[in-house]
């Protein structure tokens, strides 16, 4: 989502895009307890490692993300957390993420409807990510 708002004149999506990005869009009236910052961390754990550790978390800059999710309440985590390693990781229901990330889309498909230069750039970037084609939207081979 970030590469489809980055501004026109670039290709590369960076860093300060993707927080930007959840800045403007997912983190406002969302409820998430955690920062953009964090949710880049996060972000940048499971791409690259596999793990809640970044060169944020490790730098101390961000707290780790925790996930909760089904019947395990965000606050009982927390706590077990706080007992663990006090103000190292926040937990986050992942339940509330992706409804957040639904809104952020939903906001931002709204703004680029409204605004002309972010529906271009949008449009133009649309044309070249994945999308799923089954076999019968393939054209016969001759």
């Keep these: 989502m970030a590469w489809l708002n980055c501004p026109a004149d670039r290709d590369e999506v960076t860093r300060r895009d993707f927080l930007d990005w959840v800045e403007r869009y997912l983190l406002p009236n969302s409820g998430l ?16 490692t596999q793990s809640p550790e970044a060169r944020a978390t490790r730098g101390g800059t961000a707290r ?15 706590a077990y957390i706080n007992i663990a390693d006090p103000g190292a990781a926040v937990a986050v229901e992942i339940e509330l993420v992706v409804k957040a990330f639904e809104l952020a889309v939903d906001r931002f498909v ?33």
């Excluded at 964090?38 to 499971?46: F, H, I, N, P, T």
């Excluded at 999710?69 to 606050?75: K, T, V």
């Design 33 to 48: 307890p955690c920062t953009a910052l964090e949710l880049y961390s996060a972000r940048c754990g499971v791409v690259h």
């Design 64 to 78: 780790k993300i925790f996930y909760s999710w089904g019947s395990c309440r965000p606050d009982t985590l927390q």
């Design 110 to 142: 709204e703004e680029s409807e409204r605004v002309p230069d972010l529906a271009e750039r949008v449009e133009r970037r649309l044309q070249k990510i994945f999308c799923d084609i089954g076999p019968e939207g393939l054209p016969e081979l001759t």
